[in-house]
T-cell receptor
Framework: GDSVTQMEGPVTLSEEAFLTINCTYTATGYPSLFWYVQYPGEGLQLLLKATKADDKGSNKGFEATYRKETTSFHLEKGSVQVSDSAVYFCALIRTSGTYKYIFGTGTRLKVLA | DAGVTQSPTHLIKTRGQQVTLRCSPKSGHDTVSWYQQALGQGPQFIFQYYEEEERQRGNFPDRFSGHQFPNYSSELNVNALLLGDSALYLC?????????????FGSGTQLSVL
């Protein structure tokens, strides 16, 4: 079945460091891919998405590129801030048939001042 | 514009009891999905409601049931609670359009089963 695998956390970085959170997926067909972020005490918020191969999603300085050949959707940010501390979830949804999301287990990011 | 609201925020129950969680979707949304998020895990899909009917279901037993009302709000019911049902329950709303992709999540109900 469909699945999403994320790098395990926690990831601890200093402010202004470069961030990469790895995500790979297994799915039939051509799913849409997403990154959601969960701040403490809150629900998940959509961070960015990509709907087809080679698409790049971007938002708030975060970027991720849909790589079909490596079935990956790695999240990157050039310079993290303390306010980026949160849990990040990679997810997929098939664009035909069912519409249920498959989420990864999440990666906790802690940014130190 | 209110987002997705869930109630209650926290709940403590004992094994064998029944619980009802409530969700009001974002204004303009017609579809509600429920997810279970165990500690340290990603959300797991329970089911989705549209037009007052369950449209899809994940791998959850029949103890988990739901309902959607004409105003699009929804309830999640869990019977015969088990310790393993302790989790954060998230409601997400969306539009049942051609893509049905973007989910808006509430802050969740933290259920503890003792």
């Amino acid at each position: 079945g469909d699945s999403v695998t994320q790098m395990e956390g926690p990831v601890t970085l200093s402010e202004e460091a470069f961030l990469t959170i790895n995500c790979t997926y297994t799915a039939t067909g051509y799913p849409s891919l997403f990154w959601y972020v969960q701040y403490p005490g809150e629900g998940l918020q959509l961070l960015l998405k990509a709907t087809k191969a080679d698409d790049k999603g971007s938002n708030k300085g975060f970027e991720a590129t849909y790589r079909k050949e490596t079935t990956s959707f790695h999240l990157e940010k050039g310079s993290v801030q303390v306010s980026d501390s949160a849990v990040y979830f990679c997810a997929l949804i098939r664009t035909s048939g069912t519409y249920k999301y498959i989420f990864g287990t999440g990666t906790r990011l802690k940014v130190l001042a | 514009d209110a987002g997705v609201t869930q109630s209650p925020t926290h709940l403590i129950k004992t094994r064998g009891q029944q619980v009802t969680l409530r969700c009001s979707p974002k204004s303009g949304h017609d579809t509600v999905s429920w997810y279970q998020q165990a500690l340290g895990q990603g959300p797991q899909f329970i089911f989705q409601y549209y037009e007052e009917e369950e449209r899809q279901r994940g791998n959850f037993p029949d103890r988990f049931s739901g309902h959607q009302f004409p105003n699009y709000s929804s309830e999640l019911n869990v019977n015969a609670l088990l310790l393993g049902d302790s989790a954060l329950y998230l409601c997400a709303s969306s539009l049942m359009d051609a893509t049905n992709e973007k989910l808006f999540f509430g802050s969740g109900t933290q259920l503890s089963v003792l």
